[in-house]
T-cell receptor
Framework: NAGVMQNPRHLVRRRGQEARLRCSPMKGHSHVYWYRQLPEEGLKFMVYLQKENIIDESGMPKERFSAEFPKEGPSILRIQQVVRGDSAAYFC???????????FGPGTRLLVL | GENVEQHPSTLSVQEGDSAVIKCTYSDSASNYFPWYKQELGKRPQLIIDIRSNVGEKKDQRIAVTLNKTAKHFSLHITETQPEDSAVYFCAARNLGTSYGKLTFGQGTILTVHP
């Protein structure tokens, strides 16, 4: 059973470009969470999704950030018009319905030049 | 919302010693407390967790204790080994109707010297 997959693992963007981060949950997991980790800091919650629904987006900036988890395919975190302050590691985690453990992916390290 | 404080931020021990990391949380509704280990450049990995209806849980060299009244919980690692060196994060969560987010502490950099 493959773990949580994220791609790309590293992403370099120039200011003003768009970044698209993908997360494929573990098989059988219907809950996806996105977290951001700034250098030498803890993980901060961004958004929680279930298939085709955003359950909690309280940690996601209102501007430029969006997330989706379609019926088919991976969850996508999209950052428009990136700025240097968006440089961070973005982790997704998945969880099976009714269980408590969140399993993390390897992360996408975004660098904005 | 929930706030989790973690101490110390760095911890240096000799191989074979014990290490203790402490966390406090603010939301009395939190009822699930996992601990994650993150090696440099790697993903956070769950090492142990505890629910609020349990006061202590042990798994080999790792144990977690929870004091609900005081709203704090601790990670104990005994007989530390160099491979235990990593960043450790505590977290809190309310396993209520929404199975929502984890709120993490700031992390503890543990270094075990051979």
């Amino acid at each position: 059973n493959a773990g949580v997959m994220q791609n790309p693992r590293h992403l370099v963007r120039r200011r003003g470009q768009e970044a698209r981060l993908r997360c494929s949950p573990m098989k059988g997991h219907s809950h996806v969470y996105w977290y951001r980790q700034l250098p030498e800091e803890g993980l901060k919650f961004m958004v929680y999704l279930q298939k085709e629904n955003i359950i909690d987006e309280s940690g996601m900036p209102k501007e430029r950030f969006s997330a989706e988890f379609p019926k088919e395919g991976p969850s996508i975190l999209r950052i428009q018009q990136v700025v240097r302050g968006d440089s961070a590691a973005y982790f997704c985690a998945s969880q099976r319905q009714g269980e408590e453990t969140q399993y993390f992916g390897p992360g996408t390290r975004l660098l904005v030049l | 919302g929930e706030n989790v404080e973690q101490h110390p931020s760095t911890l240096s021990v000799q191989e074979g010693d014990s290490a203790v990391i402490k966390c406090t949380y603010s939301d009395s509704a939190s009822n699930y407390f996992p601990w994650y280990k993150q090696e440099l450049g790697k993903r956070p990995q769950l090492i142990i967790d505890i629910r609020s209806n349990v006061g202590e849980k042990k798994d080999q060299r790792i144990a977690v204790t929870l004091n609900k009244t005081a709203k704090h919980f601790s990670l104990h690692i005994t007989e530390t080994q160099p491979e235990d060196s990593a960043v450790y994060f505590c977290a809190a969560r309310n396993l209520g109707t929404s199975y929502g987010k984890l709120t993490f502490g700031q992390g503890t950099i543990l270094t075990v010297h051979p």
